[in-house]
């Protein structure tokens, strides 16, 4: 397993990645969509995603919020397919939510 060793006030720290490349795959996903969460509600209400859902909203207004979410819910399939094509935990914790 991979280890990095760093100085912290003045002493040796020495830290081992014991994750298995599923584990780091599953752990790196929660923070995705934890992003993708963040990243539509900068733009789409709770209220609003609800309302459209229930047929509320139409038109315009519907098209605007299901193609953000559509959006951001493709960067968060990206970093999976691209995860799932990782053979270290290092490659994995390199993908950036973008």
């Known amino acids: 397993m991979p280890r990095q060793e ?5 002493q040796l720290v020495k830290v081992e990645d014991t994750r298995t490349l599923s584990e ?6 929660l923070v995705w969509a934890d992003e993708t969460t963040k990243l539509i509600r900068t733009k789409v209400t709770e209220t609003d ?4 859902a ?4 139409d038109g315009d207004k519907k098209a605007q ?9 493709n960067k968060y399939l990206s970093c999976k397919a ?3 094509a990782c053979t270290t935990n290092e490659q994995v914790d ?3 939510y973008e």
Do not use: F, V
């Open 6 to 10: 760093y100085y912290q006030n003045g």
């Open 24 to 29: 780091a795959i599953e752990e790196r996903k």
């Open 49 to 52: 995603e609800r309302n459209c």
């Open 54 to 57: 229930n047929g509320i909203y």
């Open 65 to 73: 919020i299901l193609g953000w979410i559509t959006d951001c819910r």
């Open 82 to 84: 691209t995860a799932s």
């Open 94 to 96: 390199a993908i950036r």
